[in-house]
């Protein structure tokens, strides 16, 4: 929640304790109450960055900068008396700090950990980068993108009476995936040339007939049942984008596997 989403509510509580002044007198008596407490220009604007994008166009008339003023005067008054009554030393203060503390340590170790995935894997695509000869050469084998839709079922016995069913009733397609499919929305219809998806679904879907059910077929995924619904042939220049982030794809499965000879994976499963 921003800092200051309340800010017209406290506007118009400080307006009615105010509502004889005029701006200019409002401003005296904000320089007046913040005594020995500075209100800088960053600290407005500070104020003004918080604001959701309606209060930050309020604050820029004249009545909603000397509220906005109002507000920082309080808050930075009511700082000062919190910082000479002792309440820094609280424990409940502490606990929350300490508390907070861990929570943005958290936050950046994960984005430390993120930031360095993200460049090793920038500088190991330069490295794997493949060459024009190579990209030309996958595309003489795979010239074509296939279009599946695909219901994945959990076991191989309700996949095995799904695949009987629509075999016999292919148009019961959208009943039976409504019902059954554990795919997310965005994997029950997809579109992927070779080497962009799952090696056995694909090499079955190459082969099938446009409209005919195929399955099943047993992934980390699940069991699959596809029909193939369109093929679909490319340009080198629409493939090659897509046969270069394939073949370093490859490159990098493979990387993998050296390193995990490499490195011992050791997994620390409380709920095994």
């Known amino acids: 929640m921003k800092r200051y989403v309340y800010f017209l509510v406290l506007c118009l509580s400080i307006a009615a304790c105010h509502k004889e002044q005029n701006p200019a007198q409002q401003s005296a008596a904000a320089r007046a109450n913040a005594s020995n407490v500075t209100i800088t220009q960053q600290d407005i604007q500070n104020g003004i960055d918080l604001l959701d994008e309606q209060d930050r166009k309020f604050a820029q008339t004249s009545f909603g900068k000397q509220n906005l003023l109002q507000i920082l005067v309080r808050e930075k008054i009511v700082l000062q008396d919190a910082l000479s009554s002792g309440l820094k030393q609280s424990k409940d203060y502490q606990e929350a700090l300490k508390q907070k503390r861990a929570e943005l340590d958290a936050i950046y170790d994960q984005f430390a950990q993120e ?10 695509g330069k490295e794997l980068e493949p060459s024009e000869k190579e990209i030309k050469d996958y595309y003489k084998k795979y010239p074509y993108e296939m279009t599946i839709k695909q219901i994945v079922v959990d076991n191989a016995q309700t996949a095995d009476q799904t695949l009987r069913t629509l075999k016999s009733s292919p148009g019961r397609w959208k009943e039976i995936s409504r019902q059954l499919n554990t795919a997310p929305t965005a994997l029950q219809t997809l579109t992927f040339m070779p080497g962009e998806y799952l090696d056995n679904l694909e090499a079955v879907a190459a082969n099938s007939s446009t409209g005919k059910v195929q399955g099943f077929f047993k992934t980390p995924q699940g069991f ?4 193939k619904t369109g093929e679909n042939r490319l340009t080198l220049e629409q493939a090659t984008p897509r046969i270069r982030q ?3 794809n490859q490159r990098l499965d493979e990387l993998f596997d050296t390193l995990k000879t490499k490195y011992e994976v050791i997994i620390d499963d409380q709920n095994k």
């Open 224 to 227: 699959h049942i596809i029909m």
């Open 246 to 248: 394939i073949l370093i």
């Open 115 to 124: 930031t360095l995935i993200r460049a090793w894997y920038e500088e190991k």
